[in-house]
């Protein structure tokens, strides 16, 4: 897989407040406030812990491999690969679409 270095640069060293996997999408809420949807076909691991720190994301056409500092990681199957990713702020701006 290859890093998605503008994703990464968007969430990396955040921290996971919750993730939680609701329906076909997977929510990820940050300590600072901002929100990471995805909209997925499967995932084939467990939710990140609360209180990790994103490491980096990787993307292999239609996988999602979110990394993070504790060694563990998150496998996502999208729904639509570059545009199954909606992340905003705690103002609920747009940072990352794709």
């Known amino acids: 897989m290859t890093v998605n270095r ?28 901002s929100t990471m949807k995805v909209k997925i ?3 084939n691991s467990p939710p990140l812990h609360n209180g990790v720190r994103v490491r980096q994301i990787s993307e292999d056409q239609a996988k999602l491999l979110l990394e993070c500092q504790d060694d563990s990681t998150l496998d996502l199957t999208l729904v639509d690969p570059g545009n199954s990713v909606c992340i905003r702020d705690k103002n609920d701006r747009v940072e990352y679409l794709g």
């Open 6 to 33: 503008k994703l990464t640069h968007v969430v990396q060293d955040r921290v996971v407040q919750s993730c939680e996997l609701k329906g076909s999408e997977v929510q990820i809420e940050f300590v600072d406030g």
């Open 41 to 43: 076909v499967e995932s």
